[in-house]
């Protein structure tokens, strides 16, 4: 059963409305600033890169489905999970002009584990774990997909497959998956763990972690969420992972240096969050937490 078909209409008719303010080589005129994209990429095709992508993406859809743990459309959690992604895919093209071509798709695999994903052309997945280990509020959901979804955008695993060596993408894509530089795992049925695929995320470089979380604290505070829940988000990564490592806490190093490079960048887009909301910066609120709810893994 296609899960994605109507939804992946309205996204893309929502985007379609929304002209690129620049070319993606560029950088933002307001909020972060960022370097241009590695022209390494290149090297790799991107329309073949996103086909294997789309490809890796149902089948893992397929094998959640066999497990019964692909939620439905009508789950409370896939739904406010879409509900994010409708409001961010529009600033997202902003920062990549191609992602208004993408044909967005958001589903939530039933999962203990923490973690989530976006794949080339806006393939997005949450585990469930991510959601209930961390009592994610709206605002943290919003962090999370905004910083996947960077990934995507600034095409981080395209520049990794071509610094991998994969200049010819065609052939290799089809012969080794994506695993060698989305991190996926290329033994999904081997890998299953409580009935589920385990999905092994590719660890980034520092310096693509760190455009991530500012290209996506940028994207969040356009669409009305609060990008100091970035903040609060890290925080709790720290406090669950002190008796254990979550597995997207290992290819997402975090830390102090971290949170506060998120602190510093927050002046550049806690203006963008206060005009989405049409007030006054200095009439924001405090940002409320639930971070001393939240309980190590054990």
Known sequence: MNLSTPLSVALA?????????????????DGVKVDKMSSLRNLVSEEELEAAAVQQYNSIKQQASQQRALAPDDHPQVQRLRKIAKDLIPHAV??????????????LIGSKEINAFCMPGGKIAFFNGIITNLKLTDDEAAIVMGHEIAHALR??????????????????????????????????AGAA????????????????????????????????????AGVALWRKMGMVSKSNTPQWFSTHPAGKSRIAEMERHLPSVMPLYAKAKGVQPTALPPYETNVKEIAPIR
Request: proline share 5%; hydrophobic share 45%; glycine share 10%.
């Open 155 to 188: 095409e981080h695993g395209r520049e990794r497959a071509a610094k991998s060596g994969l200049a010819s993408a065609g052939a290799k894509i089809a012969g080794l998956g994506l695993s060698a530089f989305l991190g996926i795992d290329p033994n999904l």
């Open 13 to 29: 008719a929502l985007i379609s409305v929304v002209p690129p303010v620049f070319a993606k080589d560029e950088v933002s005129p």
């Open 94 to 107: 902003r920062w990549n002009e191609r992602a208004a071509q993408w044909k967005w798709e958001v589903n």
């Open 193 to 228: 763990t409580g009935g589920l695929a385990n999905l092994t995320m590719l660890k980034f470089s520092r310096d693509d972690e760190t455009e991530a979380d500012l290209v996506g604290l940028d994207i969040v505070a356009r669409a009305g969420y609060d990008p100091r």
